[in-house]
T-cell receptor
């Protein structure tokens, strides 16, 4: 069964600290994996996209990693800011292109 | 280039009424996706359309729900005879080509009284 699981479900960290969010998937055949950030009351916004051959990709303070062998991805946020408070969603796409599997997200709260 | 636009942003309906949600994709995007997000839950895929065609509707309930993406105009998600369980945020996303990054709209929050 194709599934995407994220952990932790929620996380609270102090401003300025780093954190890592996890995404494990069983989706096959794999095409790519995306991380989205969804602010409360808004639509998701793409942060990174990773294909099978990519191990790591950065977007500012966000760094995503992908281990296609173990089917795991992580999103690392450095020097967190209050504006990082949001839900972070992992999405895996199959190579047919039109099958998208969403994780339930990790709710991150950054406190001053 | 305006982003994905959805309207209305908020919609209130009484049980049994019809709800029509509109989505205008980004300019140049011919692929539209609809998702539903229940409170405290993740996004759930409903339907994927390409101009005038429904490509994948595997996530859409068989009854009361329908979607279209006409040659001209926005994509419409239509919910007939709404029930309280239909209360949710409905997001639309668009992409220029199949499998490419999806750009999401701000969502329509449907409340059924």
């Amino acid at each position: 069964k194709n599934q995407v699981e994220q952990s932790p479900q929620s996380l609270i960290i102090l401003e300025g600290k780093n954190c890592t969010l996890q995404c494990n998937y069983t989706v096959s055949p794999f095409s790519n994996l995306r991380w989205y950030k969804q602010d409360t009351g808004r639509g998701p916004v793409s942060l990174t996209i990773m294909t099978f051959s990519e191990n790591t990709k950065s977007n500012g303070r966000y760094t995503a990693t992908l281990d296609a062998d173990t089917k795991q991805s992580s999103l690392h946020i450095t020097a967190s800011q209050l504006s990082d408070s949001a839900s972070y969603i992992c999405v895996v796409t199959t190579n047919t292109g039109n099958q998208f599997y969403f994780g339930t997200g990790t709710s991150l709260t950054v406190i001053p | 280039n305006a982003g994905v636009m959805q309207n209305p942003r908020h919609l209130v309906r009484r049980r049994g009424q019809e709800a029509r949600l509109r989505c205008s994709p980004m300019k140049g995007h011919s692929h539209v996706y609809w998702y539903r997000q229940l409170p405290e839950e993740g996004l759930k895929f409903m339907v994927y359309l390409q101009k005038e065609n429904i490509i994948d509707e595997s996530g859409m309930p068989k009854e009361r729900f329908s979607a279209e993406f006409p040659k001209e105009g926005p994509s419409i998600l239509r919910i007939q005879q709404v029930v309280r369980g239909d209360s949710a945020a409905y997001f639309c996303a668009s992409s220029p080509i199949l499998g490419d990054t999806q750009y999401f709209g701000p969502g329509t929050r449907l409340t059924v009284l």
